[in-house]
């Protein structure tokens, strides 16, 4: 049904920063719970940050203070500022996404493909 694009990963230096992107591939009603997560090869999937309609947000202590999760409601798009990376941050970044794609509909969860952060001088 719904699939979620994702965008803006990429190649810095350590100190640098990007800025992620999450977004469903075709309109949508709402965004009501969105969340991102971090996963390296032979890890385990870590949640890193998410964010609820209502404003409030949290975060992993190990991004805490560089990290920031947001959403432009009108858009319905979910980002992920990222600044000060570190190296221990490169990984396939995942972002999910509670939504209703119809009003009146269930709040239902989509998980999108990844994109790849690489910190590296």
């Known amino acids: 049904q719904v699939r979620l694009l994702e965008s803006g990963g990429g190649l810095v230096q350590p100190g640098g920063s990007l800025r992620l992107s999450c977004k469903a591939s075709e309109p949508i009603f709402s965004v009501n719970t969105f969340a991102w997560y971090r996963q390296s090869p032979g890890m385990q999937r870590e949640w890193v940050a998410a964010?609820?309609?209502?404003?409030?947000?949290n975060y992993a202590d190990s991004v805490k203070g560089r990290f920031a999760i947001s959403r432009d409601n009108a858009e319905n798009t979910v980002y992920l500022q990222m600044d000060n990376l570190q190296p221990e941050d490169p990984a396939v970044y995942y972002c999910k996404l509670g939504l209703r794609r119809r009003a009146g509909s269930r709040v239902n969860e989509y998980w999108g493909p990844g994109t790849q952060v690489t910190v590296s001088s």
């Open positions: 964010g609820v309609s209502g404003g409030a947000t």
